[in-house]
């Protein structure tokens, strides 16, 4: 038989790639508003989570696994062509090359911290999802959505900033922007689970899935499994 995923799906996984592409190049500037320092992939990163949860939630944890990898995949194709990009020499006329340089031009060090962080927060979290649900038997989606993404986003941004910023930005600075990285991307999804809930309720009706991960094999490498 041959495997085939929906529109819905589909969709969702392009959304997924998008929300990481734009945050991998969003993550190289720094902010500060008021008190609170974090890097401007706090836009849209915490997007990513939300549709993992998603995933999770309607389609399981295979499909979640084969979107992850999908997006690492993209991710590292978008990271190679602006970098193919920057070595290509410029026209004699163009006079951006230092701002180009400047905006795409992540350097492989932090490169590195986000694929790890990412691959490493992001199964965690459909991880998470997949097997409360089993145990909860499909109840309190909210707080299982919440959940995941606490467990997922600390540990993105416990290996992220340590591996990206380590001996450039002060240790105590350092430090609160893991802590206010992980506390802004929770509050994020608490703000936007009504709408989440909407539209996880909305995908089962329509889409007619609704999966319980029993007895299948949570090997993040097993990528063939749908």
Known sequence: MKKQVSVSFMIMGILFCVCLIMSNFLETKLIQIGPIHATAGIIVFPIAYIINDCIAEVWGFKKARLIIWVGFLINFIAV???????ALPSAPYYEGQEAFVS???ATPRITVASFIAFLVGSFLNAYVMSKMKVKT???GFGARAILSTIIGESFDSLIFFPIAFFGIIPTDKLLLM???QAVL????EILILPVTKIVVNYIK???GSDVYDEDISYSVLKVGEL
């Open 103 to 105: 905006v795409f031009g």
């Open 205 to 207: 009706k329509t889409d």
């Open 137 to 139: 038997h499909g109840k």
């Open 80 to 86: 190679a062509l602006t970098q193919l990009a920057i």
């Open 178 to 180: 893991i802590v206010t």
């Open 185 to 188: 991307k929770t509050v994020y």
